[in-house]
Every structure is written in structure tokens, then in C-alpha cells.
């Protein structure tokens, strides 16, 4: 399985970006789709995440600001940040789990910049 994330870039304190990631290869059933980000010198933390039959969990300090979505029929997920502040830069990863659990698979990351 593979996943190819797009959308990462440039944006200004205030501004929006819309991540994407989309998974190819062997997948039996999607269970969980995620975003992940990691900022320099911190750990890697959950971002948002979205079951396959639709329910969401988000970090509490980006509830509001951050949307996850899916497009299940392409096995896309999408991350649309408004609102965008100098601390969500990172790299930011998505991730899924497939096959009732049993599989987890990354992204390579998408670097988003906020200028202030």
C-alpha cells in the first residue's frame, strides 16, 4: 500500500490549505484514516482522524479550525486547516489502518510553513 500526500506549502497566519492524501495497493477494508503532524524538536502527534463509516476525533487545540474528510470510493483523505497560526508548521503524515486493524501504513509528509 501505498500513500501519496499532496497539497503541503507556503501560507500566511490567517490563511487555509487543503491536504490530500491518497492510498493505492492491496487494501482489503479501510478502518481509519489520519493526519499526523510533527513539528521540529516535538513529537509526532495525532492531527485528526476519520473511521470508514464517518466519525471523526480531532485534537482538542485544532477543533474549530481543522476539518478531516474522506472520499472513500478513492480511498482519499483530505485535511482542509483554516485559520492557519505560525505553530501548525510541521510535516504533516497521514496514515491509515486497513484490514480490520491489522495493517498500518504512512505517508512520506507534506511540509506546511505558516508565516506570521
Known amino acids: 500500500v501505498q500513500l501519496q500526500a499532496s497539497g503541503g506549502g507556503l501560507a500566511q497566519t490567517g490563511g487555509s490549505l487543503r491536504l490530500s492524501c491518497a492510498a493505492s495497493g492491496s487494501i482489503i477494508r479501510m478502518n481509519v484514516m489520519a493526519w499526523y503532524r510533527q513539528a521540529p524538536g516535538k513529537q509526532r502527534e495525532l492531527v485528526a482522524s476519520v473511521t470508514f463509516g464517518g466519525g471523526t476525533n480531532y485534537a482538542d487545540a485544532l477543533k474549530g479550525r481543522f476539518t478531516i474528510s474522506t472520499d472513500n470510493a478513492k480511498n482519499t483523505v483530505y485535511l482542509q486547516m483554516n485559520s492557519l497560526k505560525p505553530e501548525d508548521t510541521a510535516v504533516y503524515y497521514c496514515?491509515?489502518?486497513?484490514?480490520?486493524?491489522?495493517?498500518?501504513?504512512w505517508g512520506q509528509g507534506t511540509q506546511v510553513t505558516v508565516s506570521s
Open positions: 496514515n491509515v489502518i486497513t484490514d480490520w486493524g491489522s495493517k498500518t501504513y
